[in-house]
């Protein structure tokens, strides 16, 4: 692959899944390229000025990175090549010494922030807070007593900075779900690998024909008569018209497969938008098995 692209910068969340997933590929020749959002990140991925790049797509507290999913249904033609599971672990993280009645403002990610949401109010009360575009932005940015950021004990470690507390998401077990993607006709997943990568998934977005009686059931009929199993249903605004929907549709199999064709024929007929985003192999680390520990 050579370059990979990753929401950055250095100590983000996605960096460790990119760090992952190079590792779990025996890869030790990829340069890893940081981009500062990940709008930014999908463009350069489209227009090819970097062959590929992981993108946080789900949460398991807080649902989907919705900028990720519209950017793949209304702005760009790029395919999910592997999908990499991790757990995550934020941190609550100030300047050596700082008590938590200090801290008056917090900054994060939308995504840390909102699977925070609870602790933030338990242990800060109604403290200011301030949304950037990564967990690593908000932990280099951290410049006086009176702020906190949450984020990875990488980017703290790197920082200088002092974990307050350790294991500041609401629930203890949470996971987020990133994808590597790339333009059409690249197949990254050539090659050899710590383990075996077939595809065992496959992610499409549809818009119904018409908005009529039945009509989802009878698209989603075409997986229960043929025993497939669903993984994720996710409805996004077409941006047309108030309460036209987008249907992002996870399930398990490969799109070469015999009956999966058939299924993805037959949807496709009855849709007015339809997009396979891919059929890819998953990744997924337990804390155990993570080769690179950001957390
Ligand atoms: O900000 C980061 O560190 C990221 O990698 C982004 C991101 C996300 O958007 O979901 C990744 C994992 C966590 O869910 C929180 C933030």
């Given at each position: ?12 969340f ?15 020749s ?40 519209d ?18 672990v ?43 575009n ?16 949450i ?9 200088n ?83 036209d929907?987008?249907f992002?549709?996870d ?24 997009k ?20």
């Amino acid at each position: 692959m050579k370059r990979l692209g990753y929401l950055g910068p250095p100590g983000t969340f996605t960096e460790m899944a990119a760090v992952n997933y190079l590792e779990a590929k025996l890869d030790n020749s990829s340069r890893l390229e940081a981009y500062i959002d990940i709008e930014r990140l999908i463009m350069a991925i489209a227009d090819g000025e970097v062959p590929a790049g992981i993108v946080p797509i789900e949460n398991s507290l807080e649902g989907s990175v919705n900028i990720t999913l519209d950017y793949l249904a209304h702005k760009v033609n790029l395919k999910i090549q592997a999908e990499i599971t991790l757990p995550i672990v934020h941190n609550l993280i100030v300047k050596p010494g700082v008590k938590l009645d200090e801290i008056e403002k917090v900054i994060s990610h939308p995504q840390a922030l909102a699977q925070c949401r609870d602790n933030i109010k338990k242990y800060l009360g109604d403290t200011e807070i301030v949304k950037v575009n990564s967990t690593a932005e908000a932990v280099n940015q951290l410049s006086s007593r009176n702020e906190a950021a949450i984020g990875s004990r990488l980017a703290a470690r790197r920082n200088n900075l002092e974990i307050s507390k350790a294991g500041f998401q609401d629930e203890s077990r949470n996971w987020t779900r990133f994808v590597l993607l790339s333009r059409p006709g690249v197949n990254l997943e050539a090659g050899r690998a710590r383990q075996a990568l077939a595809a065992s998934k496959t992610s499409i977005i549809l818009a119904p024909v018409k908005n009529r009686p039945g009509i989802l059931h009878e698209l989603l009929e075409e997986f229960a008569r043929k025993n497939i199993n669903l993984t994720k249903i996710e409805s996004r605004p077409t941006r047309k018209t108030l309460g036209d929907y987008l249907f992002f549709i996870d399930f398990e199999g490969d799109s070469q497969d015999r009956e999966i064709k058939e299924i993805l024929k037959n949807l496709r007929l009855k849709s007015s938008y339809f997009k396979v985003l891919g059929s890819y192999a998953r990744l997924e680390f337990t804390s155990e098995e993570l080769a690179v520990e950001y957390n």
